[in-house]
Structures are given as C-alpha cells and as structure tokens.
C-alpha cells in the first residue's frame, strides 16, 4: 500500500530520526488569512492597525513570514492606557461571582479553540500545550470567586502590565496575565515576537467569552522599548516582566523613577543543575537529562552533576544513547557563534567531547554535545552556550554535590536524581532554587509557586502566593508615580557629610557618644567619624557614628555567618527567642520611651503608647513564627508536591522617621521571625530611639550579627546596600531619588525591592504603624519569605 513505511520500530528507536509532521496548520492559517496576514494592537476589545506605522514579520521555523504586525508609537500607548483604564473601571465593580463566570466562559473558549491555538503557537515557535493553559483559566477562575471571601482587605492594584522577552512562553505569558484578571486588574501585554499571535488570539478568544472591552489589551512592538512607554504612563500601576535578564535589565534601568512598582522573572536565563547521586535510577536520569538538554527550545540552560563513583557508568549510558541522534535546530546564526565559541573554550581547558556525528560546517542545526571533565569555574559552566550543548562536572560526597548545585548565580530551578528519599529532601531543602523535581524535571502546575532565587527573579508566580503580586492592602498608600529624573548613580550618596558645630556650648551638658551594632558588637564607624543629632529645638542633643560602605560590609559578612544557623533553628526556638526580646524591651520601657520624647518631642505619655503598642507587636511576630508552614496542595497528576517558605537570607532596611520604635520592630520581628538577618539604618532625623534600642538587642537571646544597627547618611548607606551582591532584599522609606536610584541599581544583582517615599519635611511615611489591620501584617510576611516548592513522583 502506498504511503506505508518499511521500517520496525527497532529501526526507528536505532535511528531516532524525527517523523514527519501531520500538521498542516489549517486552522491557524485560516485565521491569519481572515486578518489579511497583518495585525495590529488589541484594545478597547477590537484589533487596529493605524495608517503610517512601522511593522515586524513574525516568522516560522523555516524563516518564512507568515504575518505583520504593527509597532505602537507614543499615541498608541496613550490610547491602549486610557482604554485599560476604562475596562479597569468596569471590571472591578463587577462582583467575584460575575467575575469568576466569565473567566469560566474564558477556559471554555480556549478549549473550543485549542486546535486553532496550538496551531499558531506552534507557527510562531513558542509551542505550548493548550491543556496547561485551560488548566490555569480553570485555577484562577476559582480564584476570582473566592477573592473577597478569603482576601477581603487587600484591593487590585488598578492597570498591570505584563511584558516578556522574545524568548518566553505563552505558558508564562499567561501564568500572570490570568491571576492579575482573577483579582480585578486590567491587564496590557507587550509581548515578544515569538509570542505576539498567541497573545493577540488569546485576547480575541477573552473577548469572546465576555470580559469587558479595555480589560484586556495587547500592544505591539519592541518590547524593551514599549515596556518604558506603558511604565511612564501615570496610569499604570504595576509592571511584571518575565523573559531573558538582558532585556529586563534595560527595561529596568529605562524606567527608573518612574514611581512604579516593578517585579521580574528571569527564568529564560537561568542555569539549572541536574544532579545525579550514587543512588540514583541511572538509566531514568540519564534519559531525563537527554530529554531536556537535547529539546529543540529549553525553557533555560541545565548542567549536569554526577556523583563521582557512577560518573564513568553515566558518560558510558550518554555515549551509547546520543550515537545515532540526528543534529538538533538552534535559533540562528548567533546562538552558532557562542556554541562553537564554548565548546572550543572547553577543549582548550581540558574537556573530553561526546557528540552523535561531526558538527556542519554552518547551518542551523547542531548534534547534541556533552562536555565531560570541566571545573565549576568554567565559562561554559556558568553560561552554558544555546543549543544541544550539556556541560557535565562530577562530585564526590552529596553534601558537595548540594554545594557545587548552589554555585550559580541562578535558582530557578533543580533535579536531583536518587532514590533515598531522606537523602532526595534534605538535598531540596538545602539547594537554593525556586523549584526541586525528584526523579523527573520540568513538571509544572498553576496550585504551585514558582518563585526564583539569586539571579533568577523577585517576584511569585502561580498559586495563592502569586496573587499578592496584583494585590495591594486596601489602608496602605502606594508608591507616588514621579517622573525619571537625570541622576549620576556612580555618585548618588557620595556627598561629604556634614558635620555641625554647635553654638552656645554649655559644658555642664556634654552630649552622648552613641555606638552602633555591628556583628554584634559596639563600634564606632569604620572612618571614625560621628554626626550631631539635634533635638526638636535645634540643640546638640548627642553625637553617633557616621557609618560608611566598610561598615555595611562587616555587618553582612558578620550576618551571612549567622543566618543559616538561625534559619534552620525551629520555629519554636526562633518565638522564644522573640518573647525574650519582648520581655527585655518591657523592663527598658521607661529609657525608650524618654529616648522617643527627646528626640521627637512628644508627650512622655504618647511615647509610653508607641513603645506599649511596640512590646505587642514583637510578641504577635513570636507567636507567628511557627504557624506559617506551606502546605501539600492537590494536584491533577499523580505524585505529591510540597510549598513551604523560606528565608529571602540577608535583608537591609533603610527605616522611616515615623514611629521610630514602633516601625522598627514591626520590620525587625518581621524579617527575624522568618529566618533572616538584617542590617538596619535608622532614620537620620531620629536615630536615638535605635540607638538606644541596641541595649535591648544586646540583651536577648538573639545571635550576635543577626541584627546589625548603622547610622549615617542615608543616601550613603542606601547605595552601600544595595551594591552588595549578598544582601537578597531592601525595605526602603526615603526620597524620590533613592527610590529610583535602587530600581537602577537592583536590577544588577536583583534584589526583591519595597520601597516608599518619605518627605523631607514630613514626619509620616504614609504608613500608619499602629493600625491592627491584619493585611499589615501579613503584607510585612510576604516580604520576608520566599517560596519553594518540591514535586515528588509516586507513579
């Protein structure tokens, strides 16, 4: 019969050629044919394509165009906000029921249409399964109706909008495109190239299904570029960005002092390990490391660990497994560049080479590659090239095996390969990744977190977390939106200090010399110089240290120390340590509250309140220490997973002058509680009731260097903080300037941001610290804790 192959399956598994596609993309075809191969941005829930635009052609697999697609200009963006705007309006008077129906219409739709959504993915190379993207309408439908029940105090953050890179999945697209709809947003995508027709159906097939004109918008363009644009929109009140860490870093720094909030994911760009111990099912992970080095797209880069006694015995399995595979595409002509660049580098230092055949001269296409012998160190290593290429180091012990794994500057994501299960969660909880897989990789679902590390990102996507995210407490005061002021970041907080020389000197009242706390020790500042502190009439009332870049610098090799002893302390011990804290500023009341009337001058009976209100506040952070615990959600597939959260490590907090005290162990009890360290800056305006604070901290049961305390120059400090590479997250209360100066500055090392802006000439910081609301509270746990989340297969 005609058509019929000749071959076995021995022979197809023996060759393991690719079969030939059925697909004739039909469906997707029709729909672009409909649109007459041009498309434009989706607003106001209608496509347009003004006159005198520059356009882009989204290409195919073969770099056959198959359609255009219009580039906004400034107007466009103005017109997509003002429509979001509107929608937003709209959208969120309607109730969560009403809400959750129309997003249940949504997941209905997406099914109706998988065919025709598949297709076009698969067209404009960025293939997706439509059954996970039904499975996150179905998710955060139900959580759309559950909004006010279970989140009655926190309100949607208004206009989100959401970018990604050209390298990003439609997955990921709408894994936060979705929950921000869920909770009430309005959302504007700026998608990439590979991912611009998926978002424009998708929108199509949301408007379709019933949501509101103007909830839902899609512009298109270069997304570097149109990002800045939405971001200095007034009206916009959020921006997430997932993708490649080149592009979020330009974005990033573009719109700087904007006043806007801005959250990133970095996952394109992530080194992942995969690790194979002695224990493991060897056949299983070497197949599972093949599948996903060797896969034409990878979500992001792998390499491979392998315990030394079973090195040989894998490299053996890899050798007889790739050599009848066929070469595998790459994205272009660059991506060649770097592979050959790499896998000659590695030669030079040593590396053996196992390839399936000889790579072409040129081309876009080649074999898989595994690069045996190479030292952590190596460039390959730390940034594997794109394309089939597989860098593979051998360990001895498994605690070095967790060790080089936590080498990256990444923490994406892991797979740990054995089968002694004591062994396969001690190594999840000890590696510093977002996600842990267990004899598998890449398994992926809406209930749970995913949360990168280090390099890899500051923001939560997917489960109950990942809503927080589009979600603001309903009494806290946003972030005031501002315009991007030119500012010299080399030189930001470098001005000389100054110093005062008080008049009328009276020397039956010499002023105190303060010390501050670092590594839990009194000292004073590295450069020996101190600063006057004034008192509410302008009189010298005492003298602290003036602290600098070296200061910071002990405080945090002093925490980093510390901090994963402290971590891995039991809740339990951690709450007691806490009520003993409180206890101690109990018996101090009296000296901290005459600080406060000193330094602020209020009434004695005002700063006994604040300091009352203070001793509650660290016993409520006691009490909550061990009832924060993750949990086991259910899953669709078979095995178990585990959502835990952890410490972010070392946190700097830039404090506010508003309720010295009271602000103070509400961050304090809040970031210690959860596991972390934290090196504080007292407000320059009032630093006395920190200072005096020491004594209490000196007191405790807390460990030496958890808390670090340092005065000086805020600007100093801020820019201190945040050029360190080990400090995970800063807590800002300060000027326009920092604020914009730390979004420029975090992006490179990333760093989890929360900032507020403080007036000069104000004592509030727009937060009220003494308000019982229990969304404060639970706002201030969320910024202390990031989220892990281990998958274990039991079929």
């Known amino acids: 019969m005609a058509g019929i192959s000749t071959q076995t399956v021995h022979d197809i598994f023996q060759n393991m050629e690719y079969g030939s596609s059925s697909t004739s993309f039909a469906t997707a075809q029709s729909w672009l ?94 293939p997706t399964s439509p059954a996970a993207l039904i499975r ?12 006010d029940t ?26 936060k495109v979705l929950p921000a709809l869920a909770m009430g947003n309005a959302v504007i995508v700026v998608p990439g190239r590979s991912t611009s027709l998926p978002a424009l159906l998708l929108a199509q097939l949301f408007m379709e299904a019933g949501i509101p004109a103007g909830v839902l918008n899609v512009v298109t363009g270069s997304e570097a570029s149109l990002g800045v644009q939405v971001a200095q929109n007034p009206h916009v009140n959020y921006l997430t960005y997932s993708g490649c860490k080149e592009t979020g870093e330009d974005l990033a720094k573009a719109a700087a002092g904007c006043g806007l909030p801005m959250t990133y994911s970095f996952s394109t760009s992530s080194v992942c390990p995969f690790i ?121 012990s498994s605690a070095e095996g967790v060790t080089v794994g936590n080498h990256s500057i990444h923490g994406q994501a892991a797979s740990i390969w054995t089968e002694d299960l004591t062994l396969a969660l001690e190594s999840a909880k000890s590696l510093s990744v977002g996600s842990v897989w267990v004899n598998c990789h890449s398994v992926m679902d809406p209930a749970l977190p995913l949360c990168g590390r280090k390099e890899s990102g500051n923001c939560t996507d997917g489960g109950r977390e ?65 600063r006057s502190v004034l008192g509410p009439e302008g009189t010298v009332l005492a003298h602290c240290p003036d602290g600098g870049r070296k200061d910071v610098r002990n405080a945090v090799e002093a925490a980093i120390k510390v901090q994963p ?45 604040e300091v009352e209100l203070s001793i509650s506040r660290l016993s409520d952070w006691a009490a909550r220490c061990d009832k924060e615990q993750g949990g086991i959600p259910f899953l669709p597939q078979s095995g178990s997973a585990l959502s835990t959260p952890e410490a972010l490590g070392v946190v700097g907090v830039i404090l506010p002058s508003s309720k010295p005290i009271l602000s103070l162990v509400s961050l304090l009890g809040a970031a210690v509680a959860m596991g972390n360290a934290v090196v504080m800056v007292p407000s320059e305006k009032y630093p006395l009731p920190a200072l005096e604070f020491i004594q209490v901290l000196q007191d405790s049961a807390l460990p030496g260097g958890l808390v670090s305390i340092i005065t000086g120059d805020r600007d100093k ?62 706002e201030l746990w969320r910024r202390a804790v990031v989220w892990k989340c281990v998958w274990v297969p039991t079929a």
């Open 33 to 126: 044919e409909k649109h007459s191969r041009t498309l434009g941005f989706f607003a106001d829930g209608t496509f347009s394509c003004p006159a005198e635009r520059q356009m882009y052609n989204v290409t195919d697999s073969k770099a056959e165009v198959i359609c255009s697609i219009v580039c906004a200009k400034d107007q466009d963006v103005a017109s997509v906000v003002s429509s979001a705007s509107a929608g937003f309006k709209t959208w969120s008077e309607l109730s969560c029921y009403q809400r959750a129906r129309v997003l249940r219409r949504s997941a209905g739709v997406l099914q109706r249409h998988s065919q025709c959504v598949s297709e076009l993915c698969e067209l404009s190379q960025s």
């Open 136 to 147: 996150l309408a179905q998710y955060y439908t139900s959580w759309a109706q559950l909004r």
């Open 150 to 175: 279970l989140m009655p105090v926190w309100t949607p953050q208004g206009i989100v909008a959401v970018v990604v890179s050209d390298d990003c999945s439609v997955y990921s697209l709408l894994l």
């Open 276 to 396: 194979i111990f002695e224990s493991a099912d060897l056949d299983s992970a070497v197949d599972g490391a093949m599948e996903l080095a060797f896969r034409k797209k990878k979500d992001c880069q792998w390499v491979l660990y392998v315990q030394e006694s079973v090195c040989d015995s894998v490299v053996a399995r890899l050798r007889l497994r790739m050599a009848a595979m066929k070469c595998v595409p790459h994205a272009s002509d660059a991506d060649r560049k770097l592979i050959d660049t790499a896998v000659q580098g590695a030669q030079q230092q040593g590396a053996a080479l196992i390839q399936s055949c000889p790579p072409p001269p040129a081309g876009g296409l080649y074999p898989p590659t595994v690069l045996c012998g190479l030292a952590p160190s190596c460039d390959t290593v730390i940034s594997p090239p794109p394309g089939p290429v597989l860098p593979l180091i051998s360990f001895r």
């Open 466 to 530: 990942g809503l927080y995210q589009f979600l603001r407490p309903s009494l806290t005061p946003t972030l005031p939106r501002s315009t991007h002021t030119s500012i010299n970041y080399d030189e930001f907080g470098s001005a000389a200090s100054k110093f005062l020389i008080p008049e009328g000197f009276d020397p039956s009242s010499v002023p105190r010399f303060y010390s501050q706390l670092v590594g839990g020790q009194l000292r004073k500042a590295d450069s020996d110089c101190t």
């Open 565 to 609: 002893g402290w971590m891995k302390k039991s809740p339990a011990t951690r709450s007691q340590s806490l009520y003993s804290l409180a206890d101690i500023l109990e018996k101090k009341r009296q000296d901290i509250a005459a600080s406060i009337q000193t330094q602020t001058g209020i009434s004695l009976e005002e700063a006994e309140k």
């Open 717 to 778: 400090l801020t820019h201190a903080l945040a050029n360190h590479s080990v400090i995970q997250s800063i807590w800002y209360w300060g000027s326009i300037e920092g604020c914009q100066f730390l979004q420029y500055s975090c992006a490179c090392p990333l760093k989890h941001l929360w900032l507020h802006c403080e007036c000069e000439d104000e004592e509030k910081g727009g937060r009220d610290w003494t308000s019982s609301n229990p969304s404060h509270q639970e």
